[in-house]
Protein backbone atom coordinates (compact mmCIF):
# COMPACT_ATOMS: atom_id res chain seq x y z
CA UNK A 1 0.00 0.00 0.00
CA UNK A 2 0.80 3.43 -0.97
CA UNK A 3 2.32 4.97 2.12
CA UNK A 4 1.93 8.62 1.09
CA UNK A 5 0.14 10.11 -1.30
CA UNK A 6 0.81 13.47 -2.85
CA UNK A 7 -2.91 13.21 -5.40
CA UNK A 8 -1.78 16.47 -6.57
CA UNK A 9 0.72 16.04 -9.68
CA UNK A 10 0.90 19.32 -11.02
CA UNK A 11 -0.41 22.95 -9.73
CA UNK A 12 -0.05 25.86 -11.79
CA UNK A 13 -0.46 29.68 -9.61
CA UNK A 14 0.31 32.73 -11.08
CA UNK A 15 2.60 34.82 -8.33
CA UNK A 16 1.17 36.25 -5.00
CA UNK A 17 -1.74 33.39 -5.64
CA UNK A 18 -1.44 31.22 -2.00
CA UNK A 19 -0.99 27.63 -2.57
CA UNK A 20 -1.60 24.33 -0.53
CA UNK A 21 0.24 21.01 -1.67
CA UNK A 22 -1.64 17.96 0.03
CA UNK A 23 0.26 14.88 1.90
CA UNK A 24 -1.61 12.32 3.04
CA UNK A 25 -0.01 9.22 4.72
CA UNK A 26 -0.41 5.87 6.10
CA UNK A 27 1.06 3.96 9.08
CA UNK A 28 -0.08 2.26 12.15
CA UNK A 29 2.98 2.93 14.19
CA UNK A 30 2.37 6.09 16.65
CA UNK A 31 6.05 7.29 16.80
CA UNK A 32 6.58 8.33 13.04
CA UNK A 33 8.10 11.34 11.24
CA UNK A 34 7.16 13.79 8.61
CA UNK A 35 9.33 15.92 6.20
CA UNK A 36 8.83 18.12 3.39
CA UNK A 37 11.43 18.30 0.75
CA UNK A 38 11.54 21.07 -2.32
CA UNK A 39 13.61 20.27 -5.62
CA UNK A 40 13.99 22.60 -7.38
CA UNK A 41 15.38 22.61 -11.28
CA UNK A 42 19.44 21.46 -10.07
CA UNK A 43 18.04 18.60 -8.94
CA UNK A 44 19.15 18.72 -5.27
CA UNK A 45 16.32 17.90 -2.69
CA UNK A 46 16.50 20.94 -0.11
CA UNK A 47 15.20 20.30 3.77
CA UNK A 48 11.88 22.09 4.99
CA UNK A 49 10.34 20.88 7.46
CA UNK A 50 10.29 17.63 9.88
CA UNK A 51 7.59 17.20 12.25
CA UNK A 52 7.21 14.16 14.65
CA UNK A 53 3.56 12.37 15.51
CA UNK A 54 3.32 13.50 18.84
CA UNK A 55 3.70 17.64 18.09
CA UNK A 56 0.74 18.25 16.25
CA UNK A 57 1.19 22.12 16.82
CA UNK A 58 1.32 24.13 13.37
CA UNK A 59 3.96 25.38 12.01
CA UNK A 60 4.89 28.87 10.37
CA UNK A 61 7.98 29.62 8.70
CA UNK A 62 7.95 32.91 6.56
CA UNK A 63 5.81 32.42 3.87
CA UNK A 64 5.90 28.60 4.67
CA UNK A 65 3.00 26.84 6.90
CA UNK A 66 2.72 23.18 7.68
CA UNK A 67 -1.20 22.10 9.05
CA UNK A 68 -0.58 18.22 10.47
CA UNK A 69 -3.98 16.72 11.52
CA UNK A 70 -3.08 13.15 12.69
CA UNK A 71 -7.44 12.40 12.31
CA UNK A 72 -7.07 12.75 8.74
CA UNK A 73 -3.53 11.48 8.53
CA UNK A 74 -2.59 14.58 6.76
CA UNK A 75 0.30 16.99 6.70
CA UNK A 76 -0.49 20.13 4.07
CA UNK A 77 1.82 22.37 3.02
CA UNK A 78 0.85 26.00 2.03
CA UNK A 79 3.15 28.84 0.77
CA UNK A 80 1.65 32.11 0.89
CA UNK A 81 1.98 34.71 -1.29
CA UNK A 82 3.71 32.76 -4.13
CA UNK A 83 7.10 33.38 -6.22
CA UNK A 84 8.24 32.26 -9.00
CA UNK A 85 11.41 31.08 -7.25
CA UNK A 86 8.71 28.67 -5.03
CA UNK A 87 8.60 27.28 -8.87
CA UNK A 88 10.12 23.44 -7.93
CA UNK A 89 9.19 19.60 -6.90
CA UNK A 90 8.04 19.09 -3.40
CA UNK A 91 8.11 15.96 -1.60
CA UNK A 92 6.06 14.46 1.30
CA UNK A 93 8.19 11.77 2.88
CA UNK A 94 7.36 9.89 6.01
CA UNK A 95 9.27 7.76 8.15
CA UNK A 96 7.95 5.21 10.75
CA UNK A 97 8.98 1.90 12.10
CA UNK A 98 6.97 -0.32 9.78
CA UNK A 99 8.30 -2.84 7.13
CA UNK A 100 11.90 -4.11 7.01
CA UNK A 101 14.01 -0.67 6.27
CA UNK A 102 12.87 0.68 9.92
CA UNK A 103 12.39 4.54 9.96
CA UNK A 104 13.70 4.63 6.32
CA UNK A 105 12.01 7.41 4.37
CA UNK A 106 9.31 6.91 1.78
CA UNK A 107 8.98 9.62 -0.50
CA UNK A 108 5.34 10.62 -2.07
CA UNK A 109 5.87 10.63 -5.86
CA UNK A 110 6.09 14.74 -5.79
CA UNK A 111 3.87 17.75 -6.98
CA UNK A 112 5.44 19.94 -9.18
CA UNK A 113 4.51 23.89 -8.41
CA UNK A 114 4.44 26.26 -11.21
CA UNK A 115 4.27 29.77 -10.58
CA UNK A 116 3.91 32.15 -13.08
CA UNK A 117 5.07 35.89 -12.83
CA UNK B 1 30.62 24.79 3.79
CA UNK B 2 30.66 22.45 0.78
CA UNK B 3 27.17 20.48 0.59
CA UNK B 4 26.78 16.95 -0.71
CA UNK B 5 28.38 16.08 -3.69
CA UNK B 6 28.15 13.61 -6.78
CA UNK B 7 30.17 12.42 -9.65
CA UNK B 8 29.77 12.11 -12.34
CA UNK B 9 26.73 14.46 -13.06
CA UNK B 10 25.43 12.26 -16.18
CA UNK B 11 26.60 9.04 -17.48
CA UNK B 12 25.45 7.33 -20.19
CA UNK B 13 26.35 3.39 -20.34
CA UNK B 14 25.66 1.07 -22.79
CA UNK B 15 23.86 -2.12 -21.62
CA UNK B 16 26.09 -4.58 -20.19
CA UNK B 17 28.32 -1.91 -18.81
CA UNK B 18 29.41 -1.51 -15.30
CA UNK B 19 29.24 1.78 -14.14
CA UNK B 20 30.35 3.30 -10.16
CA UNK B 21 28.78 6.28 -8.80
CA UNK B 22 30.43 8.42 -6.07
CA UNK B 23 29.22 10.57 -3.57
CA UNK B 24 31.01 13.05 -1.09
CA UNK B 25 29.03 13.52 1.79
CA UNK B 26 29.13 16.46 4.11
CA UNK B 27 32.42 16.18 5.99
CA UNK B 28 31.39 13.97 9.31
CA UNK B 29 28.21 13.36 8.83
CA UNK B 30 27.57 9.87 10.16
CA UNK B 31 24.87 8.37 8.10
CA UNK B 32 24.39 7.80 4.00
CA UNK B 33 21.83 6.96 1.78
CA UNK B 34 21.70 6.23 -1.50
CA UNK B 35 17.67 6.80 -3.54
CA UNK B 36 16.83 5.84 -7.22
CA UNK B 37 14.71 8.31 -8.49
CA UNK B 38 12.60 7.60 -11.48
CA UNK B 39 11.22 10.18 -13.81
CA UNK B 40 8.00 11.65 -12.16
CA UNK B 41 8.69 9.66 -9.04
CA UNK B 42 9.89 10.35 -5.02
CA UNK B 43 13.06 8.99 -4.51
CA UNK B 44 13.20 5.29 -3.39
CA UNK B 45 15.77 4.15 -0.66
CA UNK B 46 18.84 1.69 -2.24
CA UNK B 47 20.87 1.35 1.08
CA UNK B 48 22.15 3.24 3.89
CA UNK B 49 25.42 3.36 5.94
CA UNK B 50 26.25 4.41 9.40
CA UNK B 51 29.61 4.78 9.04
CA UNK B 52 31.24 2.49 7.33
CA UNK B 53 28.75 -0.20 8.48
CA UNK B 54 26.06 -0.91 5.65
CA UNK B 55 22.89 -1.55 7.84
CA UNK B 56 20.62 -1.82 5.27
CA UNK B 57 20.81 -3.19 1.76
CA UNK B 58 16.77 -3.88 1.58
CA UNK B 59 15.98 -1.64 -1.45
CA UNK B 60 18.64 -2.46 -3.86
CA UNK B 61 16.94 -4.23 -6.90
CA UNK B 62 19.37 -6.51 -7.79
CA UNK B 63 22.56 -8.69 -6.99
CA UNK B 64 23.97 -6.49 -9.59
CA UNK B 65 23.90 -3.11 -7.15
CA UNK B 66 26.28 -2.85 -5.13
CA UNK B 67 27.69 -0.16 -2.50
CA UNK B 68 30.59 0.23 -0.28
CA UNK B 69 31.64 2.91 2.40
CA UNK B 70 34.82 1.73 3.19
CA UNK B 71 36.48 4.35 5.71
CA UNK B 72 33.46 5.74 6.44
CA UNK B 73 33.22 8.95 3.98
CA UNK B 74 32.66 8.88 0.20
CA UNK B 75 30.61 5.94 -1.19
CA UNK B 76 30.34 4.30 -4.29
CA UNK B 77 27.35 3.12 -5.77
CA UNK B 78 27.94 0.64 -8.40
CA UNK B 79 26.19 -1.13 -11.18
CA UNK B 80 27.48 -4.31 -12.99
CA UNK B 81 25.77 -5.24 -16.59
CA UNK B 82 23.89 -2.48 -16.83
CA UNK B 83 19.69 -2.72 -17.92
CA UNK B 84 17.94 -0.49 -19.56
CA UNK B 85 15.69 -0.07 -16.58
CA UNK B 86 18.37 0.83 -14.25
CA UNK B 87 18.12 4.55 -15.94
CA UNK B 88 17.49 6.72 -13.50
CA UNK B 89 18.84 9.56 -11.22
CA UNK B 90 20.89 7.88 -8.49
CA UNK B 91 20.63 10.86 -5.47
CA UNK B 92 23.16 10.43 -1.91
CA UNK B 93 22.42 12.20 0.89
CA UNK B 94 23.77 12.48 4.23
CA UNK B 95 23.02 13.24 8.03
CA UNK B 96 24.45 14.32 11.04
CA UNK B 97 23.47 11.53 13.18
CA UNK B 98 22.90 7.98 13.28
CA UNK B 99 19.36 8.93 13.63
CA UNK B 100 17.76 7.74 10.44
CA UNK B 101 14.83 10.34 10.85
CA UNK B 102 17.18 13.59 11.03
CA UNK B 103 17.29 15.39 8.10
CA UNK B 104 18.99 14.96 5.05
CA UNK B 105 21.07 16.69 2.89
CA UNK B 106 21.45 15.53 -0.52
CA UNK B 107 23.54 15.57 -3.56
CA UNK B 108 22.30 16.67 -7.22
CA UNK B 109 22.38 13.26 -8.10
CA UNK B 110 23.78 11.00 -10.77
CA UNK B 111 21.46 11.14 -13.77
CA UNK B 112 22.57 7.47 -15.67
CA UNK B 113 21.07 6.79 -18.90
CA UNK B 114 21.47 3.35 -20.29
CA UNK B 115 21.26 2.51 -24.51
Known amino acids: AQKVTQAQTEISVVEKEDVTLDCVYETRDTTYYLFWYKQPPSGELVFLIR??????QNEISGRYSWNFQKSTSSFNFTITASQVVDSAVYFCALSDGESGGSYIPTFGRGTSLIVHP | GAGVSQSPRYKVAKRGQDVALRCDPI?????LFWYQQALGQGPEFLTYFQNEAQLDKSGLPSDRFFAERPEGSVSTLKIQRTQQEDSAVYLCASSKTGDKTYEQYFGPGTRLTVT
Open chain 2, 27 to 31: SGHVS
Open chain 1, 51 to 56: RNSFDE
